[in-house]
């Protein structure tokens, strides 16, 4: 590129033309009205020169050159007969023929406070003379332009050409030298400061060897500038040609609005042409007959048709009569129509508001506004909503029975042209439709429907795309399917109707769909202005101002599909759904589904793809979707990274894969009976007949396939998974509760593995109800468990003393006491300061908190959380986990001692008998890494066959010959492998049952072990993925010398917040516990409970108490024991976590001693309760666990 080549040459020019001035001599002039105000873009300008030449010149365009005799002549810029400036020009001559370019730039001053100055600068209209304009370039092969800064809220523009810089920093009402670019240039960018301003595409491909005046103009924001044109570019060439630079779309930000594609409705025919012209409003009445009203003349009136094409008995209507005055209607000049509230037609015609009564066609009521009106909209208590064309404001809102005035509202940042307003029916949002290419649909609200406020736009989608690619926003229409219907229309761009279309935005969903308008002749318009519905809505009437037509469409019926995330895959925690590369259903969980949702019909593509990654796909495929059809799309499987990683005993294909079927119900087919379709997506799971009452349901069902449709009476069913033929040969059993699904249809699917010890740890097999609204309802498999070893010894003999931690710790994740008695704890959270120590008493030691540590010169941040875990080693001194590290604290001190980092985000460790200590990894717990207790060297690596996918912690049994790992879900045991070589380690039992054959850990993860100072390994109990169900939070304390457990329960939270213990830590005199929670952030305080459980039952007990149920859980009964200091009346009840009271177990007179009562829920539920006991006016409570 050459930039400013002529700029010696023109200097050298204007000194010789002033130099030797000729009398006589013309200057040539050419005048560009740049001026971006509201009104001077739609009533243009008058120039007048020596108060005696008045020119013409409109918005956006230019003169060719005139003739204008040398010196200094006076201007004056008119607008609307009122002079807006007045100035001199400055010119002179010289050898030759000086050219002068004349831009007109700024707002009218009696406009001033509508726009936006940034800048504070002079923004009042006014001329900028630029010199030195040449007809041609200097080189032929070029296109030289001069460029001018108009913009009156732009900064210093700098202009890009293909990104090299042709213009820098151009200040408002100031010309460039000349620039000299390639005709084939494909890029022009402003910038500020190097900042994005706007890009445009040039096409200067015909302009070699011409010249042209390049302005900038418009606004960078028309929201502060009374909704004027946005900025833009163009190129005035010497002939008085104006080139339209076009503006490309800004990038932007995704949006809330989901492209759903297409419509469900498809063109029927032209439903008018030869009686509209320039079509511009269009009703349908309660009749369903369909008015027609146009802007051109020569249609005879309104016309109004039947349903069936034929027109009513007063069609056309030619005129109307209201107060006396006839209003004639056959010339044309409609600007809007609607149907008010009551039923009747709303007709506008240029500025006049006509109410027409729909059954005979007789005028009701007229109102008269200041200017052509914009299409009206009506709220749900029938006040109507009018704005104007040119500056929409104020709108109007009318009394939809006399169409008085009752309101006026101003709308900030109202568009300076359109064609529309509407309303939400409770009158708190407007619209307004915007007539330029780029600004979205802006939304005002309101909550004292005085004050409107823009608050919202309808702009993008959340691809980040442009909604409105092109065209206008012209009129909205409510559908009555609640959406609201946008006319998008080219209108002046007739030659691409590639956009024209009707938007239909779901405000519900935040959704919106597109139905492209029919192609017409060469450049003919086809863009819509104003649609209207049939009462029963499958009829929709497009009117198009350019085609002059009446486009008349049917509603589709609806495609609607289900989508099932059935895939048990460890990492397939959500999926993004596309169909035709448009999202549809966004981050779908695992064992999820969706509500039916409409969906494209034909030949779609269906892509999937993880809900953290959009650009990789998963599976996709063509399917053939018919139209009017009801499908599910189940996806079963796992992900094809994990290919080998999961059990495939049936040699199946198992990636991920699309499991579409039809015929899908969203209701059962009889209101009284529950309807299910099975899909069998267990990809270890062998093909099964489903029985339920000796009755096979449905037979063979193998993976990816759906049985018949099965109907049964609402109730409680016991579902039978059983070998094919072989009802003796049980594989799963599933206690099923479908009382309350009368006339409700679902797809039942079964998910998980059967055996999820080879599956990565993952979810058991379940039986889930997808239901048509996509709740999902899960039924758990029922355990037939035979008893194991351990004995249930119900509640631990501690009790909760307090909230040890609570602002000093964020998502605790690790807890120790030091041989001092010093608690340690860490953070998974930030914000926590780092490791906080604390003395017995409760006050911080000297160095706590422990924001950062030093090993071997490299300082470790602790501040910042992360911790994964923590110990005490065999040497006293605290074993910290950060992340992948492993770092040696002293406890004395708090200085860095060693460091080991692994290969991933470490697991709570175990140290044995010799201060080994056992490291295992969060992901996949292998390999299980022994390092040396006081260098942290590396000693040996144990590989865990079968270990679990994710966990919390590892443990050893101080002679190493015994580890445990925490499993990640609500079924599977406490594994134990154990060696006698110290280098192959099987998994030779497990802890799971008890001996009355029932689970031990009833629901919640397995997370951490500690070695408690009694020898039993207290194991943390915790359903941290399900915070709102605590039942079973609890430590569980084995003893292995006597094979008994017991279970202490950790207290109550608020609703919804986790309270499960991850680690626990006791004092040196093991009379003191301390538990880490991580969802509710705190550490718990747990003192043991005192000696008072020996005393013998003969004693009379010193005070009212009241002892835990023992056993805790239990099933299926329970003893309560309380004391009674001295005879009285007692009340003992069961209450359910509602606070009804469900059994009572004691209302009367006892004698002074210990005493315990049997209570034995047989027809209660599962789940948590309180027994309360009340004597001498004292009570006191505690809770119990009863799992069934």
Known sequence: MEFGLRFKFMVSLLVLCFAVPVLGQNAQVQFINASADNDVVTEGLQIVIADTDTTAIDFQSATAFLEIAIGTPSIQLLHAD????????????????????????GVLPGNLGQYDNPHTRELSIATTQVPGIFETAADAAKFEFVFFNAGTDAGLLTLNVDGVAAVTDADFRVASAYAAVDPGAEGLELTTGGEYVAAFAPDFSTYAGQTAVVVASGFIDPTKNAGGKGLFMDAYLVDGTTVSIERLPDPIDPGPWKNMGAANWEFDSVWEDTTVAATHGIAVDADGKVWSGSFGSGTAGIIIRHADGTEAAFSPLATVTVDGVETDLAAGGCRGMAVGKDGHILYEKGALLLKINYLTGEGMASWEGSGSLENPGIDSEGFIYVGKVVGTNPIVVLNGETLAEEQTIELPGAPSFGRGVNVTPDGKTLFAGVLDDVSPLYMWTTEDFVTYSITDSIFANTDAERIFKGGHRTTMNWGPDGRLWVSQDAAYSPDDNSNNALVAFDFDKMEYQRLLMPETQGDLGNGPRNVAFSPDGNTAYAATFNSGVIWKFTKVAATNMQFIHASADQDAGSFDIYMNDNLVVDDLGRMKATAFMEVPSGMVNIKVTPGDDADSTIVAMDAEIAAGGTYVTSLAGVLPINDGKYDNPFSRDLNVNIYKTDGIREAASDPAKFDFVLFHGVTDGEAVDAVADNVVLAGGLDFGAYSDYISVDPGQYDITLTAPGDAADVKALFETDMSDYAGKSAVVFAAGFVEPTVNEGGALLALYAAMADGEVVKWDQTIQLNPGPWKNMGAAAWEYHSVWEDTTVAAAHGVAVDADGKV???????????????????????????????????????????????????????????GAQLIKINYLTGEGMAMWE???????????????????????????????????????????????????????????????????????????????????????????????????????????????????????????????????????????????????????????????????????????????????????????????????????????????????????????????????????????????????????????????????????????????????????????????
């Not at 340690?824 to 780092?834: D, N, V």
Request: net charge negative.
């Open 82 to 105: 009122t002079v807006a400036f007045a100035g001199t020009l400055n010119l002179t001559g010289g050898i030759g023929v000086t050219r002068y370019a004349v831009v007109i730039s």
């Open 824 to 882: 340690w704890s860490g953070s998974f959270g930030s914000g926590a300061a780092g490791i906080v120590i604390r003395n017995a008493n409760g006050t911080e030691e000297i160095f706590s908190p422990l924001a950062a540590v030093t090993v071997d010169g490299v300082e470790i941040d602790l501040a910042a959380g992360g911790c994964r875990g923590m110990a005490v080693g065999k040497d006293g001194h605290i074993l910290y986990e950060k």
């Open 902 to 1188: 692994g290969s991933g985000s470490l697991e709570n460790p175990g140290i044995d008998s010799e201060g080994f200590i056992y490291v295992g990894k969060v992901v996949g717990t292998n390999p299980v890494v022994v390092l040396n207790g006081e260098t942290l060297a590396e000693e040996q690596t144990i590989e865990l066959p079968g270990a679990p996918s994710f966990g919390r912690g590892v443990n050893v049994t101080p002679d190493g010959k015994t580890l445990f790992a925490g499993v990640l879900d609500d079924v599977s045991p406490l594994y134990m492998w154990t060696t006698e070589d110290f280098v192959t380690y099987s998994i030779t039992d497990s802890i799971y049952a008890n001996t009355d054959a029932e689970p031990i850990f009833g629901g919640g993860h397995r997370t951490t072990m500690n070695w408690g100072p009694d020898g039993r390994l207290w194991v943390s109990q915790d359903a941290a993925y399900s915070p709102d169900d605590n039942s079973n939070n609890s430590l569980v304390a084995f003893d292995f010398a006597t094979m008994e457990y017991q279970r202490l329960l950790m207290p109550e939270t608020q609703a919804g917040l986790g309270n499960g213990p991850r680690n626990v830590a006791f004092s040196p005199d093991g009379n003191t516990a301390y538990a880490a929670s991580f969802n509710s952030g705190v550490v718990w305080k747990f003192v043991k409970e005192g000696t008072a459980v020996a005393e013998t039952e003969n004693t009379i007990p010193e005070r009212f108490a009241l002892g835990q149920n023992y056993p805790n859980p239990f099933n299926p009964s329970t003893i309560i024991p309380f004391d009674v200091a001295q005879s009285g009346h007692v009340e003992l009840k069961i209450f359910n976590t509602m606070g009804q009271v469900v059994a009572t177990l004691v209302n009367g007179t006892m004698e002074a001693g210990k005493h315990q009562v049997t209570f034995n829920p047989a027809k209660l539920a599962t789940g948590v309760y309180f027994y309360r006991v009340q004597f001498d006016n004292i009570t006191l409570q505690k809770r119990m666990l009863f799992i069934k």
